[in-house]
């Protein structure tokens, strides 16, 4: 869920990137503006550099790490046993510092007041369910 969620917020901030440059030049154009603004009609520069953008944003989100699916891609990809065995390895160690992390500041953020036990109890409950 939570990579959807973040995949979908980079999608619309990358969209809203994209949009905004677009209409910035069309509306510097000569002539009437034309809405939607498409791409063909944009200049070559222009068109470059908007590629470029979504080709850094595709693999900024790549880096993250926030997509479960291209890694067991890469792992059935493999030839060799003992390279998938080392990237699934990776993937778990990833995932438990993941784990550590988001504990950590669940501890952070609770009350104080709440004792050890209810605490624990808290922070079990709301990583079962991400």
């Known amino acids: 869920m939570l990579c959807n969620t973040i995949r979908q917020s980079k ?49 900024d989100f790549v ?7 291209l890694d067991f891609q890469e792992i059935l990809s493999m030839k060799n046993h003992w390279d998938r065995v080392e990237k699934l390895a990776w993937m778990i160690g990833r995932e438990r510092s993941r784990l550590e992390a988001k504990e950590s500041l669940i501890r952070a953020f609770l009350s104080e007041d709440l004792g050890e036990e209810e605490m624990l109890d808290k922070a ?6 991400d």
């Open 11 to 59: 999608r619309t901030s990358l969209q809203s990137i994209v949009n905004e440059l677009s209409v910035t030049v069309a509306m510097q154009a000569k002539g009437p503006l034309e809405l939607p603004v498409k791409r063909k009609s944009l200049p070559l520069d222009v068109q470059r550099q908007l590629e470029r953008i979504e080709q850094d944003a595709a693999q």
């Open 124 to 129: 079990f409950n709301a990583s079962t369910y």
């Open 63 to 69: 880096e993250l790490g926030m997509e479960p699916v």
